[in-house]
């Protein structure tokens, strides 16, 4: 199995997970690295400890206007995140077409995700035959149904308790070939049009603004096929912890 594993975004406290990182996929799957990042960030050390086959480092402020959102104040980090993802795929596309090499498997990760559970060989493959996306759910007892809140008297965005939506996404960690990769890869470039989508059709305000809600519409409005990346968590996903 080849595999290409994309690091994006900042690097944040990547010394913190590169052992668990090195541990449930490196050293399993053997994966050439690519890397997008940041001018500012430890690139030097990360390259270092990951020798990365091909990697790419950007000026923050040369690209900032394209950051800003032209509809609502979503999450100030949703832009970055999305155009680093975008930036590191076109680092593997480019290799790939200059060597003519082909990867069963793409994975793309944040740099500072502990990974605690390892990934599952026959989830990996499952994922290749059926074409989809593999990646953590989000965990949350209440789930959000539009249909029946927009029966209701009152607005959702007024009740306490925010709900998720159905399959909603972890939007740290995603696995799968190079079809379903390419399009969620680069969705950069389409990222608002799920934000219009929910705030025309009523959905909670904050949704509008969340991260993991706006690429799981993005994933459902381009037909882009995603299950669960499974494991050992109180919900059954893949047991992971972000390090700040």
């Given at each position: 199995?080849?595999?290409?594993?994309?690091?994006?975004?900042?690097?944040?406290a990547?010394?913190?997970?590169?052992?668990?990182?090195?541990?449930?996929?490196?050293?399993?799957?053997?994966?050439?690295?690519?890397?997008?990042?940041?001018?500012?960030?430890?690139?030097?050390?990360?390259?270092?400890?990951?020798?990365?086959?091909?990697?790419?480092?950007?000026?923050?402020?040369?690209?900032?206007?394209?950051?800003?959102?032209?509809?609502?104040?979503?999450?100030?980090?949703?832009?970055?995140?999305?155009?680093?993802?975008?930036?590191?795929?076109?680092?593997?596309?480019?290799?790939?077409?200059?060597?003519?090499?082909?990867?069963?498997?793409?994975i793309?990760?944040?740099?500072?995700?502990?990974?605690?559970?390892?990934?599952?060989?026959?989830e990996?493959?499952?994922?290749?035959?059926?074409?989809?996306?593999?990646?953590?759910f989000?965990?949350?007892?209440?789930?959000?149904?539009?249909?029946?809140?927009?029966?209701?008297?009152?607005?959702?965005?007024?009740?306490?308790?925010k709900?998720?939506?159905?399959?909603?996404?972890?939007?740290?960690?995603?696995?799968?070939?190079?079809?379903?990769?390419?399009?969620?890869?680069?969705?950069?470039?389409?990222?608002?049009?799920?934000?219009?989508?929910?705030?025309?059709?009523?959905?909670?305000?904050?949704?509008?603004?969340?991260?993991?809600?706006?690429?799981?519409?993005?994933?459902?409005?381009?037909?882009?096929?995603?299950?669960?990346?499974?494991?050992?968590?109180?919900?059954?996903?893949?047991?992971?912890?972000?390090?700040?």
């Open positions: 199995m080849k595999v290409a594993l994309c690091f994006s975004g900042k690097l944040g990547w010394e913190q997970t590169k052992e668990s990182i090195t541990q449930h996929i490196i050293k399993p799957l053997k994966p050439d690295i690519f890397l997008f990042t940041w001018e500012g960030e430890d690139y030097h050390k990360f390259c270092k400890y990951y020798k990365p086959t091909r990697f790419s480092i950007l000026d923050y402020s040369s690209h900032a206007r394209k950051m800003k959102s032209t509809t609502i104040d979503i999450w100030s980090g949703l832009k970055p995140m999305t155009f680093g993802m975008k930036k590191v795929f076109g680092v593997l596309a480019d290799y790939m077409r200059l060597h003519k090499k082909e990867y069963d498997l793409i793309r990760l944040r740099p500072d995700l502990d990974i605690l559970d390892p990934l599952k060989t026959h990996l493959k499952d994922t290749i035959k059926r074409k989809h996306i593999k990646m953590p989000y965990e949350g007892h209440k789930i959000y149904d539009h249909e029946e809140e927009l029966k209701k008297e009152f607005a959702f965005s007024f009740v306490y308790e709900a998720i939506l159905p399959d909603q996404i972890n939007d740290q960690i995603a696995v799968g070939p190079i079809e379903p990769m390419t399009k969620y890869m680069n969705c950069f470039d389409k990222i608002e049009e799920p934000v219009d989508f929910m705030w025309i059709d009523g959905y909670p305000d904050y949704m509008c603004r969340i991260p993991e809600c706006i690429i799981t519409m993005f994933l459902k409005m381009y037909n882009i096929k995603y299950s669960p990346l499974t494991g050992t968590s109180e919900f059954g996903n893949l047991r992971t912890k972000l390090i700040k």
